[in-house]
């Protein structure tokens, strides 16, 4: 998800005459990944009910499956903007049904002495999480980028 957030908005903004991207504005990408926290709300609302009728564990599975699911969906179907609204939708879903139900399956999993520790753990290792997730897509994305920027109209280039 982190990783996501650091990469789509660059993916969305780049220019079309690059090959890939919609020559979005930062507002115009950032309306355009709305849909994920707008989802995540939303299930985050219902993941009471939906927890006490299918169980935490059949929520978390399933909200991994359906995040799963959405990126696929864009990995696949990324030529317009309205198909990567659908799959930052349907990211969005499953994110909000795994993050609802991530909490309750490690308080579930230790003793109610340990709730605190559990939930700052759980927080931590999010956090770790995000930051090498990011790290990662972000290495990814740059490791095809040529060493040397060069100017061509003003003649000079730098690493080189």
């Known amino acids: 998800m982190f990783a996501a957030f650091g ?17 979005a504005s930062i ?10 926290p707008v989802g995540m709300f939303v299930l985050g609302l219902c993941a009471g009910r939906l927890t006490a009728r299918f169980g935490a564990r059949a929520l978390l599975a399933g909200g991994a499956g359906v995040a799963a699911m959405g990126y696929f969906a864009f990995a696949v179907a990324h030529g317009t903007v309205a198909s990567v609204m659908v799959a930052t939708t349907i990211v969005g879903v499953g994110l909000g049904l795994a993050f609802s139900a991530v909490a309750i399956v490690v308080i579930e999993a230790i003793p109610h002495s340990q709730t605190g520790v559990a939930s700052g753990m759980n927080i931590n290792i999010r956090a770790i999480g995000g930051s090498v997730g990011s790290a990662a897509m972000a290495s990814i994305v740059s490791a095809g980028v040529p060493p040397a920027v060069c100017r061509r109209s003003v003649g000079t280039c730098r690493g080189s």
């Open 7 to 23: 990469g789509l908005p660059q993916f969305l903004q780049m220019p079309a005459s690059s090959g890939y991207g919609f020559g």
């Open 27 to 36: 507002t115009g990408s950032g309306l355009v990944l709305a849909p994920i």
